[in-house]
């Protein structure tokens, strides 16, 4: 599945992204001399060279000792997200990066800034093989999130967020209603295993999201997916109470079941 964008990141640096990041990367403004109006170097949390401003690292304990101004701390702010989005493309290998809407690419480059994600990751490893539906709950599988300060969670929350409504808004491959039975055959006892069976002509697709409503159109829990569907036998459990049921197949198919 292809989707187009703009080879163009500029706007991945939008004026509210960076009021953000610079909130998340020094919200107390750790450095900063009012009276100088400058930036000087800091101890960094994670050790190793002081950090100045916004995040920036140093290189060495007396690069900017003379301090930075506010203008020249967004620069290398902005420099700094530029090393990101190399390192999510070149060191993670996430060579779909341009094509993710802006949302997304924010989420990636203020994950990589916190020093998040690695390349043998679960989360990144969904993301390369477009696992979307997986990534955020893998992403937030971590003790850091769990247990960690409610600044550091708040802000991995963000990007989950973006992570998940991703997944929740790509465009799913159009299955017809034709292209899909049940076995058994539209009938099924509570709690027992249902299968779909896929046209093999409209394989293989990318993503499969099974949406089941009852007959009042309420939605039932929970929502199914598959991914890489190549041999089109779908499994999933029948709801545990008896009635009629709609399944719908990537919003675009649908089919009845019977449950009794």
């Not at 002081?50 to 304990?61: C, E, Q």
């Not at 203008?71 to 341009?98: G, H, R, T, Y």
Request: glycine fraction near 4%; proline fraction near 4%.
């Amino acid at each position: 599945m292809i989707r187009l964008r703009s080879l163009l990141t500029e706007d991945v640096k939008s004026a509210d992204f960076i009021t953000r990041l610079k909130r998340w990367e020094n919200s107390v403004k750790s450095g900063w001399d009012s009276a100088k109006k400058k930036w000087f170097p800091h101890t960094s949390l994670e050790g190793g060279t002081p950090t100045i401003a916004y995040g920036h690292k140093l290189k060495t304990d007396s690069e900017y000792k003379d301090g930075i101004t506010d203008e020249k701390a967004a620069e290398l702010l902005v420099s700094d997200i530029d090393i990101a989005i190399n390192k999510i493309k070149n060191v993670l290998k996430i060579s779909d990066f341009d094509s993710y809407p802006d949302s997304v690419q924010q989420a990636l480059v203020n994950a990589m800034f916190r020093g998040e994600l690695k390349a043998n990751h679960d989360t990144v490893k969904h993301i390369r093989n477009n696992h979307w539906g997986k990534v955020a709950a893998e992403y937030l599988n971590n003790n850091e999130y769990k247990t960690g300060d409610p600044g550091v969670k708040t802000r991995m929350a963000w990007n989950a967020t973006q992570f998940r409504e991703y997944a929740a808004n790509i465009a799913l491959t159009p299955i017809s209603s034709k292209d899909i039975k049940l076995t058994p055959a539209n009938i099924s006892k509570p709690g027992s295993q249902v299968m779909i069976l896929v046209n093999k002509d409209v394989l293989p697709i990318d993503s499969i999201i099974l949406q089941m409503y009852n007959s009042s159109g309420r939605f039932i829990k929970p929502q199914h997916q598959w991914f890489d569907v190549k041999q089109g036998i779908l499994k999933f459990n029948a709801p545990a109470e008896p009635g009629v049921y709609i399944l719908h197949l990537n919003k675009s198919a649908s089919v009845k079941l019977v449950v009794k």
